[in-house]
């Protein structure tokens, strides 16, 4: 199975809450990320293509003093948020799909059937929804350490900031 996770560094926000808490690095650094792992997967599942919901439900987040993991556990999770082949971010050929048992694939389109020994696939399109959440959730983060910034400028660093 091949997972989409993204990563984000947050250790110099950690260390610069810590300066105003009375929270270890750790416990800071947890609540960060199981904060804005929950919004970041609401979000994900949200924007999430959903043409049968699997790709939605597989998207779940785990957060610990260490790390924040944002997981799209289905197979085809980066084919969706990257796309494929000449239609993908990352261009590539057109590739050519042939029967795994048999000698011909049997498909329907428009209701009729084909029959055929290959077919040459152009590739998907991206549909992001992981980036995209991530980007917003993080937005809303940035503006709210301005806001708390300001408020220890005017006010002092022991300014109640929560």
């Excluded at 997972?3 to 009375?22: F, G, M, Q, W």
């Excluded at 919901?53 to 085809?76: C, F, M, N, R, W």
């Excluded at 077919?119 to 998907?124: L, R």
């Excluded at 980036?131 to 400028?153: C, D, H, S, T």
Aim: cysteine-free; charged content about 20%; proline content about 5%.
């Amino acid at each position: 199975m091949t997972d989409s996770i993204a990563y984000v560094d947050i250790r110099e926000l950690v260390s610069d809450l810590k300066t105003i808490s009375n929270l270890s690095t750790g416990e800071i650094t947890e609540n960060i990320f199981r904060d804005y792992g929950a919004k970041i997967e609401a979000l994900a599942k949200q924007k999430a293509p959903h043409k049968t919901g699997a790709l939605k439900s597989s998207i779940t987040h785990h957060a610990s003093q260490e790390t924040l993991e944002i997981v799209a556990g289905v197979d085809y999770a980066m084919y969706q948020e990257f796309g494929t082949a000449s239609r993908g971010e990352f261009n590539g050929a057109p590739y050519t799909i042939t029967p795994k048992k048999g000698q011909y694939l049997v498909f329907y389109v428009n209701g009729k059937k084909v029959v055929t020994r290959k077919v040459t696939h152009p590739g998907i399109p991206a549909h992001p929804y992981l980036r995209p959440a991530v980007q917003e959730a993080f937005g809303e983060l940035f503006v709210k350490l301005a806001e708390r910034g300001q408020a220890m400028i005017l006010k002092g660093p022991n300014s109640d900031l929560a």
